[in-house]
């Protein structure tokens, strides 16, 4: 719809000013980050406090420039279980940190998708993260992957977190909308722009008992790429 077309063009072209600022910090930061690492303070609590201070700046340039990488997107036929599975490989450790099991689902054949697998990984890690900082400590999360009759691939999120508020279910996507102290308020602005970008789309809903659902839908792979 116009509505929809309005929206992807307000998220481009934030993400290519973002990406632009966000280049422009980067070089001064990482000289600043390196003569801060030389100093020879007495007092190495301030020292801290200083680095602390510049990695978070480096992270929030990180995140930015993501958004708008105007990176060579190689879409492929991919099995979208697969890069699930290796995000959830690469993450054990910090589930376990959390002492959240993660469980997955799969139903009916093998999700395959036309896709660029390094922004599905990164759907999954923002979504992944967000649910792990909702539960905090000790819960579960439940993942569960379905293509449909019409090749559509949907994947919903399920934790057992705090759940969003009703600010937050109103601002998600719009940049720099965090609940969080130390959040970016980043990471739902990036999954929807590369759900975009994939003709896709991101749904949050809160769960009737405790918690939220994000639900990831892809549209299926063009018939004329498949078996090629
Ligand atoms: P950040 O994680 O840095 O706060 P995000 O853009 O990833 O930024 O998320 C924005 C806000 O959306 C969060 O601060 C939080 O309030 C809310 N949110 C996102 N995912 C969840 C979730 N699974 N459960 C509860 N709240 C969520
Ligand atoms: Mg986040």
Redesign the pocket.
């Known amino acids: 719809t116009e509505e929809q077309v309005i929206q992807a063009e307000k998220l481009s072209s934030v993400g290519r000013l973002a990406a632009g600022v966000a280049h422009e910090l980067r070089n001064p930061l990482t000289v600043l980050i390196g003569f801060v690492e030389l100093l020879d303070e007495r007092s190495e609590r301030k020292k801290i406090l200083m680095i602390t201070e510049l990695q978070r700046m480096n992270l929030i340039i990180d ?1 930015l420039l993501m958004l708008a990488k105007p990176q060579a997107v190689e879409k492929a036929v991919i099995d979208i279980e697969q890069v699930l599975d290796d995000v959830l490989f690469l993450y054990q450790g910090f589930f376990s940190q959390h002492e959240i099991v993660v469980s997955k689902v799969r139903k009916g054949k093998v999700p395959s998708i036309y896709a660029e697998p390094n922004q599905v990984k990164q759907v999954f890690v ?2 992944l ?3 792990v ?3 905090g400590y000790n819960g579960k999360i439940q993942v569960v992957l379905e293509q449909e009759q019409n090749e559509e691939v949907t994947i919903m ?1 399920d ?1 057992n ?5 009703l ?2 279910l109103s ?3 719009e ?6 102290k ?10 929807k722009k590369i759900m975009n970008d994939h003709g896709g789309s991101v749904n ?1 809903q ?1 769960l009737p008992e405790k ?4 639900t990831l839908t892809f549209p299926g792979t063009p018939v004329k790429l498949l078996n090629h």
């Open positions: 995140e923002n979504v993260k967000n649910a900082e909702a539960i999120i934790d977190g705090t759940g969003l508020d600010v937050a601002k998600l996507g940049p720099f909308f965090t609940t969080k130390d959040g970016t308020g980043l990471g739902t602005m990036i999954v949050y809160n918690g939220a659902r994000v």
